[in-house]
C-alpha cells in the first residue's frame, strides 16, 4: 500500500531510517536539515536536504510500491539523458533500501518563476523552449522516454463531457462540445514527435536559480513528441500569471514552437483542456487538495485560448 501522509507531501523523517543511512553515507555528510518546498500536487518526499558540510541537495523519495517511486526514476533517467546546456538540475544519483528509492537531484537555489506581465521570467522560458525544441532530441534521450508510454498522447476529457455534459459547463465549452470532442479526438495521431518534451510545464516545476536562471525541474512525464507540447501547455498557465488572453494567443501563434504547426497545437490544446475539465470534476486525490481547484482555473484558462484560436469558425449547432 502506498504511505500517505495525513496532509500534503512525506517529510525526511518518513522516509526508513536504513535509506536515511545510505543517503548520508552516500553524500559523505550527514543531513542536518530538510525543508519542503512550497509547490506541486504530489505526495511523495520532495524536500532540500542540507548536509553538515554546507552543501544542499535535492531529495524524491517514496516506497517502491507508489507509483510515484517509477516516476521518480523515470526522471533520473531523462535528467541523466539530457542534452549539455538543457534547462534541468544535474542527477546525483538513486538510492535503494527498505523497498523505497531515493532520487538525488542538484540543488536549484531560488524562487519559482513569476509570469506575471512585467516579469522578464516569461520571456526567459519561452527562449528556453524554442532553444529546447529547435532540433530533435539526441538519442541518449529518445532511449530513456522509449520505455515509458506518453502520458501526453493519451489525453482527453471532451468525449465523456460530450456523452453526459455537466449543468455547470461554460457556454463556451457547452456552445462547441462537439468541435472540441473532434479536435481531441485528432490529438493522438498528432501526438508523436522527436522533440523533447518536459510534459508537466507550471512555475511550480521551475525553478529561477541565482546562477542558472529559470531551471526546469520535474521531469517525470518527460518524452518525446512534436515541438509544440510544452509551449501550449505553458500558454494557460501565462494567462493564470495574469497576462491579457489575447497577448498570450498572440504569442503562442507566433512561438516558433507552435507557429509552424497551428493544427498540432490546437488539437493538443483542445485535448488538454478537455483533461483539465474532465478531470477538474473528479473527487480529490488524497494528499493533492489544491489539485481540483488549480484544475478548475487552468480548464477555463485554456478553454480562453482554444476560442481565440477557433475565432471565425462556426460553433457546430446540435
Ligand atoms: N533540484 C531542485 N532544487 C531545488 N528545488 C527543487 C528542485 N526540484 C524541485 N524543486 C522544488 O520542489 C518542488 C517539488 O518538486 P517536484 O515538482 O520535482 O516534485 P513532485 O512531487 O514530482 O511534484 P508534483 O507534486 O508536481 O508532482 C518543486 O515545486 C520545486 O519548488
Ligand atoms: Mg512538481
Known amino acids: 500500500m502506498p504511505v500517505l501522509p495525513t496532509s500534503g507531501r512525506l517529510r525526511w523523517t518518513d522516509v526508513p531510517a536504513l535509506l ?6 552516500a553524500l559523505g555528510s550527514p543531513v542536518t536539515d530538510a525543508l519542503t518546498p512550497p509547490g506541486g500536487f504530489g505526495h511523495q518526499l520532495a524536500a532540500a536536504l542540507t548536509l553538515a558540510d554546507g552543501r544542499r541537495v535535492f531529495a524524491k523519495a517514496a516506497p517502491d510500491d507508489d507509483p510515484l517511486t517509477d516516476a521518480n526514476v523515470h526522471e533520473a533517467a531523462v535528467l541523466g539523458s539530457l542534452p549539455p546546456g538543457a534547462p ?11 523497498d523505497w528509492t531515493a ?5 536549484l537555489d531560488g ?19 524554442d532553444k529546447l525544441t529547435s532540433s530533435p532530441a539526441p538519442a541518449s534521450y529518445a532511449a530513456a522516454v522509449s520505455t515509458t508510454p506518453s502520458t501526453t498522447a493519451a489525453l482527453h476529457g471532451w468525449d465523456e463531457l460530450l456523452s453526459d455534459p455537466p449543468t455547470d459547463l461554460a457556454p463556451a465549452a457547452r456552445d462547441r462540445l462537439e468541435q472540441l470532442a473532434e479536435l481531441e479526438a485528432a490529438w493522438p495521431a498528432f501526438a508523436h514527435g522527436d522533440r523533447i518534451v518536459h510534459g508537466d510545464l507550471r512555475a511550480d516545476n521551475m525553478v529561477r536559480d541565482h546562477h542558472l536562471g529559470v531551471t526546469f525541474v520535474d521531469w517525470a512525464h518527460a518524452t518525446t513528441g512534436p515541438a509544440c507540447i510544452d509551449a501550449a501547455s505553458l500558454a494557460p498557465q501565462l494567462i493564470l500569471a495574469g497576462h491579457a488572453p489575447a497577448d498570450v ?3 503562442l501563434r507566433d512561438h516558433p514552437a507552435t507557429a509552424s504547426s497551428p493544427e498540432t497545437t490546437t488539437a493538443f490544446l483542445a485535448a488538454l483542456t478537455g483533461h483539465w475539465h474532465r478531470n477538474a470534476r473528479q473527487p480529490a486525490p488524497p494528499g493533492a487538495p489544491g489539485l481540483r481547484p488549480y484544475q478548475h482555473r487552468a480548464a477555463a484558462a485554456g478553454l480562453t485560448l482554444l476560442s481565440y484560436r477557433l475565432k471565425g469558425q462556426r460553433a457546430p449547432r446540435f
Request: charged share 20%.
Open 20 to 25: 536515511r543511512a545510505r543517503l548520508e553515507d
Open 88 to 98: 534541468a538540475p544535474d542527477l546525483l544519483g538513486i538510492h535503494c533500501a527498505a
Open 103 to 107: 532520487v538525488v537531484i542538484a540543488h
Open 111 to 129: 524562487p519559482h518563476p513569476d509570469f506575471s506581465p512585467p516579469s522578464a521570467d516569461t520571456e526567459q522560458t519561452w527562449a528556453l523552449l
Open 249 to 251: 494567443a498572440r504569442l
